[in-house]
């Protein structure tokens, strides 16, 4: 089955590459709200690509089972875990950074 | 290929844990410590491929759940400021 295989390939090696994406995102932008944004592309593209691409590459078996498993754990507890972080960190004070009057090519 | 994810997944967190050491306020830190929670359940899945037992899988699952029970126990903390009294209706502002 190479048609299974490069396309497992591909949909792990395209979640490899979102997981670094949104953990540089993570590291280089300005404000909190924008990093929670970023780290964002790690819990949802990357994981259900990679997750994607490990049961392509399984087959029909109990580990399928548990890769679905563990997807849908991430797909319902990530948005619930960002939502508690944006809800208290705005509760205790963190400003978002916006724009000021005039739009400034500082960045 | 399994290979390639695990390095790039162990990229991914060490860059996370640079921004839970730099982070400004402790919420960085917990969004930093999510996200490698979440990239720690993918390696393990991955791990668990590139030697060849998927028996790794269960712990990703437990490290999972383990994971969003204590984000939101720390954000809880945080936000509110304890963990709320035995018999307390009101705790949650």
Same mark, same amino acid.
């Given at each position: 089955?190479?048609?299974? =295989?490069?396309? $497992?390939?591909?949909?792990?090696?395209?979640?490899?590459?979102?997981c670094?994406?949104?953990?540089?995102?993570?590291?280089?932008?300005? =404000?909190?709200?924008? +990093?929670?944004?970023?780290?964002?592309?790690v =819990?949802?593209?990357g994981?259900?690509?990679?997750?994607?691409?490990?049961?392509? #590459?399984?087959?029909? $078996?109990?580990?399928?089972?548990?890769?679905?498993?563990?997807?849908?754990?991430?797909?319902?507890? $990530?948005?619930?875990?960002?939502?508690?972080?944006?809800?208290?960190?705005?509760? +205790?004070?963190?400003?978002?950074?916006?724009? #000021?009057?005039?739009?400034? $090519?500082?960045? | 290929?399994? !290979?390639?994810?695990?390095?790039? %997944? %162990?990229?991914t967190?060490?860059?996370?844990?640079?921004? !839970?050491?730099?982070?400004?306020?402790?919420?960085?830190?917990?969004? !930093?410590?999510?996200?490698?929670?979440?990239?720690?359940?993918?390696?393990?899945?991955?791990?668990?491929?590139?030697?060849?037992?998927?028996?790794? %899988?269960?712990? !990703?699952?437990?490290?999972?759940?383990?994971?969003?029970?204590?984000?939101?126990?720390?954000?809880?903390?945080?936000?509110?400021?304890?963990?709320? @009294?035995?018999?307390? @209706? @009101?705790?949650?502002?």
């Amino acid at each position: 089955m190479i048609v299974l =295989d490069i396309a $497992s390939w591909a949909l792990i090696l395209l979640g490899a590459a979102f997981c670094v994406t949104g953990a540089v995102g993570l590291l280089r932008m300005p =404000d909190f709200f924008t +990093r929670m944004h970023a780290a964002s592309v790690v =819990d949802t593209l990357g994981a259900a690509f990679i997750l994607l691409g490990l049961m392509l #590459q399984s087959g029909f $078996s109990l580990v399928t089972v548990k890769l679905i498993a563990i997807g849908v754990l991430l797909f319902f507890t $990530s948005p619930v875990a960002t939502h508690a972080l944006a809800r208290a960190a705005l509760a +205790r004070g963190v400003e978002p950074l916006l724009a #000021q009057g005039e739009p400034s $090519s500082k960045t | 290929m399994f !290979a390639a994810a695990a390095v790039a %997944l %162990l990229v991914t967190l060490s860059l996370a844990l640079v921004r !839970a050491f730099r982070g400004p306020t402790v919420f960085d830190r917990a969004l !930093a410590a999510n996200t490698i929670g979440t990239v720690a359940v993918l390696l393990l899945a991955v791990i668990g491929f590139l030697t060849g037992r998927p028996d790794f %899988l269960d712990l !990703a699952l437990v490290y999972g759940l383990l994971n969003v029970v204590g984000t939101i126990a720390v954000l809880k903390f945080f936000h509110v400021g304890d963990l709320g @009294e035995p018999g307390d @209706e @009101e705790g949650v502002k």
